[in-house]
């Protein structure tokens, strides 16, 4: 088979921790409960 | 309102990266990868979807799929995947987007042709947790995009995509096929590669 080559974007992404704290910096508030 | 057409692989590669920046939050979001707070449900191609509202996640999706975009469209990528691990860097899961884009006839194709089957992974990514196993906790996730040999000299220095490591990623994994498409200017195939081993005890 022909060889690919892998890339992958230089920086992570946001950790779950990360996201978990904007969330209750930013009181967030759960859209699904708006919407549905 | 007119119909939309594809007139070359430029158009195709561009609705196909917009469809790829969806499929990402949807993902993300179906398999827990961050709380389902930060979803929001927006509709695209008339279906509904999960959009984070993170701005730093969401700008670091929409920049990854951007700078994919010239690849995508000049053919050169081969696959686009989605690796989520465990908090031990343990592969679970992999979502693959296997892409096959072709030269359009000189007539194009209705943007609509498209959307519709491109509704159809949409839907199917959105059932995927039905026939996939709860992840552990803490998983993280990360994209790696598959080139062809050919187009090696395509990356230029300044890109932010960098050569990946795939040490670790030769695991007995089973491989279910979610959704494919073909058509006389693209080839589409989402499947998901996932281990064996999953915990019953639950």
Known sequence: GSVSYLLTPAKPPPSRFAVQQWLSENNVTDAQSHLS | MGVVRLCDRGDVGELVCEFLEVCI???????????????????????PVQWARHPDLREYIHSAVTNLQPWVQQGVVDKVTLLVMNKNRTLEEK??????????????????????????FLLKI?????????????????????????????????????????????????MTSMKSMRSSYLDMQLYVEHSVEKPTDE
């Open chain 2, 126 to 174: 959105s059932v995927s947790d039905s026939f996939l196993s709860p992840l552990p906790p803490d998983c993280s996730w990360e994209l790696v995009t598959y080139l062809k040999s050919s187009s090696l000299d395509t990356i230029n220095k300044d890109q932010p995509w960098v050569p990946a490591d795939d040490e670790g990623w030769d695991q007995n994994f089973i």
């Open chain 2, 25 to 47: 939050h949807q993902l993300l979001c179906v398999r827990e990868l961050y709380p389902q707070e930060i979803f929001e449900r927006r509709r695209y191609i008339n279906t």
């Open chain 2, 95 to 120: 979502f693959v987007f296997s892409f096959g884009l072709k030269q359009l006839s000189t007539a194009g194709v209705p943007a609509q042709h498209l959307e519709f089957a491109l509704r159809g």
